[in-house]
């Protein structure tokens, strides 16, 4: 069985890729999204987009990466994906499930997902441009207005020469209201000979066992509920893999511990006031299941740059000085 980390446009950035694969829990994660117009993006957007790219494509790790590009017109996202593979990407994934108005209107994401022809056209063009043992790779929704076409673009997807399909299982404009209809899965899987991933709604361990149930997939991706319970994977693993649960934190504490820790890579990386929005957007995805969370928010949520930092330096702080005593 595999765990994926979803691709999160402004969420799953290399630094987030970075802290939750320390864990070991997840075989691969992708890039935001990188788009693709008509010309060839210079080396600085793909390290940009993928730094990993600077370490064989693998995070601290070893986690592999995969680059994700969006994009409607073939020419040139094979061009860019032969360029990401001279960069040393270990595969290419393409996006065709993004919903954002802004992004459909220029003919990229979700919008696709209407034309199964270009689906394939896209992927084969990308196919022929990189070299073979680079996987190529789709991200997909069940279909735009509604999924008739789900199963016609699976297929052309597959026949095009991609080597596994991501299903969100929801179409473009179900957005993300729940539920996710996992039921798809067998449907589309059974016409096809490449794996088909399972994503949408998997926060926690019952979703994951219902989910697992309900596909019999062998590949699962993750992407809010990875960022809500960065223990998710390591839940999921030993409940299904090892299956001999071993004594753990609780996800909130666990979570709790590398708020210093991610506040100081952005810190690092960018500045110490992108570090402080970031931690107050992470804070907030938290703030609903923990009450801690909530109440750490509402305090820093006015801090900036340094107050902020001073309150990360507390909770670091706080880490260390409990850190002999056993996990409550
Ligand atoms: C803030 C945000 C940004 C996203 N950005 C991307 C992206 O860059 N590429 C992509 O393929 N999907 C993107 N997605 C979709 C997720 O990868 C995933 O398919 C979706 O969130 C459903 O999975 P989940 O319920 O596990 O979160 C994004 C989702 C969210 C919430």
Same mark, same amino acid.
């Given at each position: ?9 402004? @969420? ?7 802290l ?15 788009? +693709? ?7 600085? @957007? ?8 600077k ?24 061009? #860019? ?18 919903? *954002? ?8 994401? *979700? ?11 896209? +992927? ?11 996987p +190529? ?22 026949e ?19 539920? *996710? ?12 000979? !490449?794996? @088909?991933? *399972?994503n949408?709604?998997?926060? &926690?361990? #019952?979703? =994951? ?9 062998q590949?699962?991706m993750?992407?809010?509920?990875a960022? &809500? #319970?960065p ?5 999921i693993?030993?409940?299904? !893999?090892?299956?001999? $649960?071993?004594?753990? $934190? &609780? ?6 511990a %590398?708020?210093?820790? =991610? ?5 690092l ?42 309150? %990360? ?16």
């Open positions: 069985m595999k765990l994926y980390l979803a691709p999160m446009e402004g @969420v799953t950035d290399f630094i987030m890729r970075d939750l694969t320390q864990s070991g829990d997840i075989d691969k994660c992708f890039t935001e999204f990188l788009r +693709v117009t008509n010309r060839l993006h210079p080396h600085s @957007v793909f390290y940009k987009n993928c730094p990993e790219l370490m064989g494509s693998r995070t601290r790790t070893g986690t592999p990466v995969i680059l994700q590009l969006l994009g409607g017109q073939a020419e040139p996202l094979a061009e #860019n994906a032969a360029r990401a593979a001279e960069l040393g990407a270990l595969g290419i994934d393409l996006n065709f499930g993004c919903p *954002a108005k802004t992004v459909n209107r220029h003919d990229g994401g *979700a919008v696709l997902l209407q034309y199964p022809q270009r689906l394939y056209d896209i +992927v084969k063009n990308v196919r022929k441009a990189v070299p073979a043992m680079i +190529v790779s789709a991200k997909i929704r069940l279909g735009f207005q509604d999924t008739t076409l789900a199963i016609e673009n699976t297929q052309a997807l597959s095009a020469g991609a080597s596994a399909v991501t299903v969100h299982c929801r179409t473009k404009i179900q957005g993300y209201r729940p539920p *996710a209809h996992w039921e798809w899965i067998p449907k589309l899987s059974e016409t096809l000979s !490449i794996p @088909v991933i *399972a949408g709604d998997i926060a &926690s361990l #019952n979703d =994951f066992n219902k989910c697992r149930e309900m596909t019999h997939s590949h699962f993750i992407g809010r509920g960022i &809500s #319970n223990l998710l994977f390591r839940q693993r030993n409940s299904i !893999i090892n299956q001999t $649960p071993s004594p753990e $934190p &609780s996800a909130w504490l666990h979570t709790k %590398m708020l210093p820790a =991610f506040f100081n890579a952005c810190a990386s960018i500045n110490i006031h992108f570090a402080a929005a970031r931690t107050k957007q992470w804070l907030r995805v938290l703030a609903p299941t923990n009450p801690e969370a909530k109440e750490i928010f509402d305090r820093l949520k006015s801090l900036k740059g340094r107050e902020f930092q001073a309150s %990360m330096e507390g909770l670091s702080q706080e880490f260390s000085a409990r850190s002999s005593q056993p996990y409550e």
